[in-house]
């Protein structure tokens, strides 16, 4: 059974930082990118960040390049994001994805396996 729990939501005022946790079961998340997709309210959901599991690539969309990192542990088949210097704007329930199509990795059709997600709520 393949299991993602996100962790670490939460509200902060603008400018405050938060860091998401996605703990992975059941599947070699080695595999492909795993991705950091959120999705604001009334809006659909957006790439946030991916990496690639072979080599340790990283991407980031525009919207949150220099403030977000994204980092792994695999020891722990674990994945972070990093948020600082968070806006109102980057209100949204935040998933993360596995076994993602290498080089599509900013599509969303392109998971296999999503967690719940975790909400982010950052006020003004």
């Known amino acids: 059974q393949v299991q993602l729990v996100e962790s670490g939501g939460g509200s902060v005022q603008a400018g405050g930082s938060l860091v998401l946790s996605c703990a992975v079961d059941?599947?070699?998340?080695?595999?492909?990118?795993m991705g950091w997709f959120r999705q604001p309210p009334g809006k659909e959901r957006e790439w946030v960040a991916a990496i690639n599991t072979r080599n340790g690539d990283v991407s980031y969309a525009e919207s949150v390049k220099g403030r977000f990192r994204f980092s792994r542990d695999n020891a722990k088949n674990a994945v972070y994001l990093s948020m600082n210097s968070l806006k109102p704007e980057d209100t949204a329930m935040y998933y993360c994805?596995?076994?993602?199509?290498?080089?599509?990795?900013?599509?969303?059709?392109?998971?296999?396996?999503w967690g719940q997600g975790t909400q982010v709520t950052v006020s003004s």
């Open positions: 059941g599947v070699t998340y080695r595999n492909g990118c």
């Open positions: 994805a596995a076994n993602g199509t290498l080089g599509r990795c900013f599509l969303s059709e392109e998971y296999a396996y």
